[in-house]
């Protein structure tokens, strides 16, 4: 009986992840076109070198292979949980700032937004099926920004999609490293695989 | 009008209110609030106005257009509460529209406004269902303004309840509303969704029962967690009055993890169906790819190579799959191919093995992700062509040989059918024709078309022409035909060759005395088809009959259909007949000539109608005739006849004819022609006109020989009567007169008097119809000209002749008594008479006349013999007709005084004789020949 709840487990863990990885790359897809409008909208260039966002994980880490599944699904959810807040952000001021004219931007942020969300909310149930509850959003919001110019705003911005971009890779290959089989979600994975 | 006074007084005061109050408060407020905020131009809003201050100067700008928006909105407000008050006053029905659930009990009120009291109040309302009285008891009076009604068990799915007022037998409708009757919605079930790549999410559903009430949906994307569903926190749910609802991009995240719910609501309640999980990559639906090439690889056969570029919006990272359909063009069924694909990859391809040879290929494309229910469109197709191969069938080759020109040449037309094969092998880029004597192969000649038909001009020998097809890969077979010489005469093998139609088809049949040819070629062409090439053909092989549709040919043509048959590259004579798929009647009919008619026939000509009018086989000819007046008649000849003689016509009548050409079909008329038929015929012109002729040239020789021989008739009819008084023979007593010149004046002018003379008299006699009783006028007259005469001789020159003529008479008298004894000798009588004629008149004028004829009575016996030949006197007599009626009249005169001798004579001696014995008996009575001779003497 655990050993058909254990397969189940394993089937559902590997389906879903299949999923996310799926997500991930519509994600990052959709990250990618949206850097290009955001960067032509505001007038930056993107190539332009931005400082790191302030609150979210670096999707670089060192000793990527060495994490854990979970850790993998804890960073993932901490880093799109807070993305979530930073595009809600970036929207808002978006709407301010920007008329109707920009109006195909800030419908991209909203998609963007909402496929974070989905995104989240199938990390918290890859967390569920790791017998490992999601934490609470409460201690994952980052920290209220300072009070940012407009440029400055506009730079940020720039910095929290790239670094989105990024995560959608990352979040790919971590949940391809957790759909394999052989491998709990406590196990090492190996060398070879890091991002 | 009340209420329009109070209107425009409201109007009028409320505008005042507005520009002397309202707006320069507005004005102020807004100048205050602008003051406030420095920074920008800031909006200050009353309801829908806004104004806009330049901070610098501090002055209002306000819109013209901001401006009217404004006074449209208070007039709107105006006359809203103006409405209101009026319903009020007159009547309302509450509640309005409303909508029931179907059964139940329907309750409505209405209530009488302040215009109808204290006249009337709610006793006097009265309720239609639609058009229909409700019953009384179902009124409540509510109180002295509002009645209710309450109908139970409503079932009308839409009706209108009106209230009406009814006083003085008078109906007033006050106010009405629409009712409506439905169910709750049921639970929608159903649910379905597809998602259209980062454009479109669609969810359908059922809605079950029909509510007949308006119906809103609320469509759910919640997303599933292990604790349940979490609705998300945007765009999280769309709104429908259909049974479908769609979400738009962006607001198409994609989650694997969304439930899609619905919830149905009307005023009678509301249903949620469960939410259903949808994963989104299960639903997905690509864009179509595109299809870049599909072309063949030189060098291999049967094969062509598909590339393809996938569609750009494509969930990266996911395993994909794409179909390939390709189709052979001269095939209905498609063949399918399935390629697996990563959507890391941008472009597919796959090869397309086990193809025909030079065929045609159409190719078309779709794709999915391997976990989507829903795939792709079908790209656009392409098409290409395989490898070719060398032609593997020969050519048909037929052809039609002209007659010898006079220098001995002909032309011969050769033409061939495309390649039979199947599949056909590829383009064929010409045909290679090549032609030599049978007996001199060296000769051969070689020319090359793309056409699939050639004319040679070949002497009258006996040549070889052969006709390949070639395209890039080769050639294909010879097809050879042997061109028989000018003086060559082929076997006749087909004995009988008849053709017939079906529903659908026609069909050839021939026997053919070899059966070992087994190799046919049918040929047809119209009848009036002059071109060659115009012809159509069909080889027949192991066959004795041929089948087609009957398309192949044109209906009311005559065709000329051959079969020709065919042992090795030689052709035998053919066997030929003429023949029509369908026939209809004549377009038009044979114009009849009736050349000249006769009495009683007429030869009706015509001519054959022309082939291209025929629309069939004509069989025969109907002649319709009808005389004026007259039952139509017809004759049927055979179609070979072309003219026809009409007999045992009417004589000088008028006809009508025409002619009708009759095929199977039918038979067409054509234009009547009158012709009329003659009086007579030449018979009967012979017959009239030979009498005719004859009699007149009778008389014409009569009257000749009468001229030529006048004398010679004179000699035979009236003989000279010698003169007694010339005799030698006796002594004539007068031959003292004889010498004497007067005496013989009077006999030679006796012998010329002619009628004339005689026609003097004539006048004096009556009319034959008062012969009777002019007799006496006219002997009178008789007398009375004999009288004049004799006064006119003697007053005339002749004076002296008188005196001697009437000594002649007197010596005459007693030696001239001539008595006729028969009629037969007329002339005899008339020559006896003479010497009387001449002698009475002188007689009668001597007056002693009696005595001189009795005299000479009886001495005629004498000299009977003599006085007859005095031919000269007979003459006149004939020509006198008075000489019957002096005969007649005498005859009744004298019947009294008969003397007894005389009634013994024969009978037919009595009438002539009569007036000589009267005369004899003394009468006083002179005849006419006796005057007339007198006359003339």
Redesign the interface.
């Known amino acids: 009986m655990a050993a058909a709840d254990s397969s189940s487990a394993t089937l559902r863990r590997h389906d ?1 992840c299949s ?12 990250v990618v076109d949206l850097l290009d409008t955001y960067a032509e909208q505001q007038g930056l260039d993107a190539s332009a070198s931005v400082a790191a966002v302030e609150g979210v994980p670096a999707a670089a880490v060192e000793r990527w292979d060495e994490q854990t599944g979970t850790q993998r699904l804890l960073e993932n959810l901490a880093a799109y949980r807070a993305f979530r807040e930073l595009l809600a952000q970036m929207l808002e001021e978006q709407q301010e700032q920007l008329g109707e004219a920009d109006a195909a931007l800030s ?2 942020l ?6 974070v ?3 989240a ?2 990390l ?2 890859l967390l ?1 099926l790791e017998s490992r509850g999601p934490p609470s959003e409460e201690g994952a919001r980052p920290p209220q920004p300072p009070h940012l110019g407009l440029f400055e705003r506009k730079l940020r911005g720039l910095g929290v999609l790239r670094e989105l971009a990024q995560w959608a890779v990352r979040s ?1 290959r971590d949940l391809r490293q957790l759909a394999k089989p052989s491998l709990g979600s406590s196990s090492v994975p190996s060398l070879a695989e890091s991002p | 009008m009340s209420s329009l006074n109070l209107m425009s007084k409201t109007f009028v005061s409320f505008f005042s209110f507005f520009f002397f109050f309202f707006f320069p408060a507005m004005v102020f407020l807004a100048q205050v609030s602008a003051a406030r905020s420095w920074h920008s131009v800031s909006r200050s809003s009353v309801p829908c106005c806004s104004f806009r201050y330049v901070h610098k100067h501090f002055l209002p700008i306000v819109t013209e257009k901001e401006m009217f928006s404004c006074l449209i909105w208070m007039l709107v407000l105006l006359c809203s509460s103006i409405a209101d008050e009026n319903s009020i006053r007159d009547a309302d029905i509450f509640p309005s529209s409303p909508e029931i659930e179907r059964g139940s009990t329907l309750t409505l009120f209405c209530v009488l406004g302040k215009r109808y009291t204290p006249h009337r109040n709610a006793s006097h309302i009265i309720w239609k269902l639609n058009h229909e009285l409700i019953a009384q008891e179902n009124y409540n009076i509510v109180n002295e303004t509002v009645s209710s009604i309450t109908i139970h068990n409503f079932t009308y799915s839409k009706a209108h309840v009106k209230c009406f007022t009814k006083y003085l037998g008078r109906e007033q409708l006050l106010v009405h509303t629409e009712v409506k009757s439905g169910f709750p919605p049921d639970i929608p079930g159903n649910i379905s969704c597809i998602y259209h790549f980062d454009a479109e999410l669609t969810c359908t559903w059922t809605s079950g029962r029909e509510t007949n009430l308006t119906t809103n949906y609320t469509l759910y994307r919640k997303m599933m967690t292990e604790g349940g569903v979490t609705l998300l926190k945007a765009a999280a749910s769309c709104q429908s009055k259909m049974e479908s609802c769609s979400f738009y991009y962006p607001d198409t995240p994609y989650s694997s993890s969304f439930c899609f719910q619905v919830k149905a609501e009307n005023v009678l309640g509301e249903a949620s169906s469960d939410c259903v999980p949808i994963p989104m990559e299960k639903i997905e639906k690509f864009e179509p790819p595109e299809i870049l090439s599909v072309k063949k690889i030189s060098g291999i056969k049967q094969l062509l190579t598909v590339t393809w570029k996938m569609p750009d919006k494509i969930i990266p990272s996911q395993d994909l799959i794409c179909q390939v359909q390709y189709r052979n063009l001269y095939s209905n069924s498609s063949e399918f191919v399935t390629v697996s694909l990563n959507s890391a990859e941008k472009t597919g391809s796959c090869n397309l093995t086990g193809l025909w040879d030079s065929t045609e290929y159409s190719v078309a494309i779709r794709c999915s992700s391997v976990v989507s229910i829903f795939w792709s469109e079908w790209s656009r197709g392409k098409t290409a062509s395989t490898e070719e191969k060398a032609p593997s069938e020969k050519l048909d080759l037929w052809k039609v040989i002209e007659s010898s020109h006079s220098d001995g040449s002909r032309s011969v037309h050769l033409m061939w059918k495309p390649l039979n094969s199947f599949p056909p092998s590829g383009r064929i880029l010409g045909y290679k024709i090549q032609y030599f004597p049978e007996n001199d192969a060296a000769l051969k000649m070689t020319n090359t078309s793309t056409d699939k038909k050639i004319t040679l001009l070949l002497n009258e020998e006996a040549y070889i022409v052969s006709v390949t097809a070639y395209n890039s890969a080769g050639n294909s077979p010879e097809a050879i035909l042997r061109i028989p010489s000018t003086d060559e005469k082929t076997s006749q093998i087909i004995e009988t060759v008849k053709t017939f139609t079906t529903n659908e088809e026609v069909v050839v049949e021939w026997i053919a005395s070899k059966p070992e040819v087994t190799k046919y070629v049918v040929e047809w062409y119209e009848e009036l088809e002059t071109d060659p090439f115009g012809r159509s053909w069909q080889y027949v092989s192991n066959s004795t009959n041929w089948k087609t549709n009957k398309k192949n040919f044109k209906p009311f043509i005559c065709y000329n259909i051959s079969v020709y048959p065919l042992y090795g590259n030689k052709v035998a004579a053919p066997y030929s007949i003429q023949a029509y798929v369908q026939e209809k009647k004549p377009s038009e009919g044979p114009v009849a000539d009736t050349g000249i008619p006769g009495k009683n026939e007429v030869t009706i000509k015509w001519t054959e109608i022309s082939k291209d009018k025929r629309n069939g086989f004509i069989r025969n000819y109907t002649i319709f005739y009808k005389p004026e007046d007259g039952k139509e008649l017809n004759e049927t000849v055979n179609s070979d006849v072309l003219q026809y003689r009409l007999k045992s016509l009417q004589a000088n009548t008028q006809y009508t004819v025409y002619i009708m050409a009759s095929n199977e079909a039918g038979g067409t008329s054509g234009e009547p022609k009158t012709f009329k038929t003659l009086k007579f015929n030449k018979e009967d012109v012979i017959f009239i006109a030979l009498p005719v002729g004859l009699s007149m040239l009778f008389l014409l020789g009569l009257w000749i020989t009468c001229i030529l021989k006048k004398r010679t008739f004179k000699k035979i009819c009236w003989p000279d009567i010698p003169n007694p008084a010339e005799s030698i023979a006796v002594e004539w007593p007068l031959d003292a007169s004889l010498n004497n010149s007067f005496l013989k004046g009077v006999t030679s002018e006796a012998k010329t008097t002619d009628f004339e003379d005689i026609s003097v008299l004539e006048h004096c006699l009556p009319e034959k119809s008062q012969e009777g009783s002019l007799l006496m006028n006219c002997e009178n007259r008789v007398s009375e000209c004999t009288a004049i005469n004799a006064k006119g001789m003697i007053n005339g020159d002749k004076k002296i002749l008188y005196n001697e003529e009437t000594e002649v008479a007197k010596r005459f008298s007693p030696f001239m008594p001539y008595i006729i004894t028969d009629q037969e000798v007329r002339s005899e009588m008339h020559t006896a008479l003479i010497p009387v004629k001449e002698t009475h008149p002188i007689e009668m004028l001597e007056g002693d006349l009696c005595e001189s004829q009795q005299t000479s009575i009886k001495s005629e016996e004498n000299y009977n013999e003599e006085v007859l030949k005095l031919e000269d006197f007979s003459e006149k007599a004939l020509f006198n007709p008075y000489l019957k009626n002096s005969v007649k009249t005498r005859e009744f005169l004298i019947s009294e005084n008969l003397p007894d001798h005389s009634k013994d004579e024969p009978k037919s001696q009595s009438t002539v004789l009569h007036p000589f014995q009267q005369n004899v008996t003394g009468q006083s009575y002179v005849t006419l020949d006796m005057f007339g001779l007198a006359t003339a003497h």
């Open positions: 879903l999923r996310g990885i799926r997500l991930a790359g519509k994600m990052r897809s959709d419908r991209a909203a998609a963007v937004l909402l496929q969300s989905a995104f909310y199938h918290e149930e569920r790919a």
